[in-house]
């Protein structure tokens, strides 16, 4: 998987180098909230994590959810890309961030990258994303990179209903 620039970020895909960082985000507590526990307390754990994960999705699908990085010193800072998620029928665009990087327009620029890229990198007709019903912050990064609000619904696997937005590829 080629990465892409935008402005700010870098965004590439996940390497077994980012356990430390990747045991960080999954505990965080708003990752803990709004996607949930992946019990990942160790970095054998988050090893694990990218190798049934991230590692494997990419080499089905040819993208996955990857590592966000500042361009200026390539902190990583958080997660975004696109997955084939059961009981989605389409491709899911997803993200996540440190605490520190919220609110600067960081998952903006990184959705709307990968948004982009699903479209003419990947042929894509058609991208979803999913949030929290009380995460009102995520519902707007998603509105702003072009997607739209279409219902709420039960995602399987999921103990609380999500809101599902879309976006089409244009001039599909």
């Known amino acids: 998987m080629q990465p892409l620039h935008t402005a700010r970020l870098t965004l590439r895909a996940f390497t077994f180098d980012d356990a430390p960082f990747i045991v960080e985000l999954l505990n965080d507590a708003g990752w803990l909230r709004n996607i949930g526990d992946r019990h990942v307390r160790t970095e054998d754990d988050a090893r694990e994590y990218l190798r049934n994960g991230a590692i494997a999705h990419a080499a089905r699908h040819g993208f996955a959810l990857g590592a966000v990085e500042r361009r200026s010193g390539g902190t990583p800072i958080g997660m975004c890309g696109l ?8 491709v899911d665009l997803g993200y996540a961030l440190l605490p520190a990087y919220r609110g600067r327009g960081y998952a903006r620029e990184a959705a709307a990258a990968w948004l982009a890229a699903g479209f003419e990198r990947f042929g894509l ?3 979803v994303a999913i949030t929290c019903v009380d995460n009102a912050a995520s519902g707007q990064v998603l509105e702003a990179v072009g997607m739209r609000f279409e219902k709420r619904m039960r995602v399987p696997g999921h103990e609380e209903d999500s809101l599902l937005y879309a976006a089409q590829r244009s001039g599909a």
């Open 83 to 90: 997955i084939r998620r059961e009981g989605l029928d389409d």
């Open 125 to 127: 007709q058609r991208i």
